[in-house]
Nanobody, 126 residues
Framework: QVQLIESGGGLVQAGDSLSVSCSAS????????VAWFRQAPGKEREFAAA????????YYKDSAKGRFTISKDRAKNTVYLHMNNLETEDTAVYYC???????????????????WGQGTQVTVSS
């Protein structure tokens, strides 16, 4: 079992930067991929970014490329999502998710992941 806890959300203005964190506990050595998803009110949960912990390969939603960076601190069992030049459309609850799958990983699909955090709210005002 893996437990995930997000933190770092808050209220910022458009154009600002913000980083959110995902701290893992439990069977952390089994984690192969960590992803960030987000869900705005009235919308479906959507993929934002993912990181393969074994290869270091990063994946991003098209609208996040160049603005978001996913990184890890293995010693702290923490994955970060650094967000720059935030837009009002980035307002959402941000969730981190993890899977121990090492092959056939469709990183953009929520159903790929079997561990989820409770989410952290990011609000971007204009």
């Amino acid at each position: 079992q893996v437990q995930l806890i997000e933190s770092g959300g808050g209220l910022v203005q458009a154009g600002d930067s913000l980083s959110v964190s995902c701290s893992a506990s439990g069977r952390t050595l089994s984690i192969a991929v960590v992803a960030w998803f987000r869900q705005a009110p009235g919308k479906e949960r959507e993929f934002a970014a993912a990181l393969s912990l074994r290869s270091g390969t990063q994946y991003y939603k098209d609208s996040a490329k160049g603005r978001f960076t996913i990184s890890k601190d293995r010693a702290k069992n923490t994955v970060y999502l650094h967000m720059n030049n935030l837009e009002t459309e980035d307002t959402a609850v941000y969730y981190c998710a993890a899977t121990d799958r090492v092959s056939g990983v469709n990183y953009w699909r929520p159903t790929t992941y079997d561990s989820w955090g409770q989410g952290t709210q990011v609000t971007v005002s204009s």
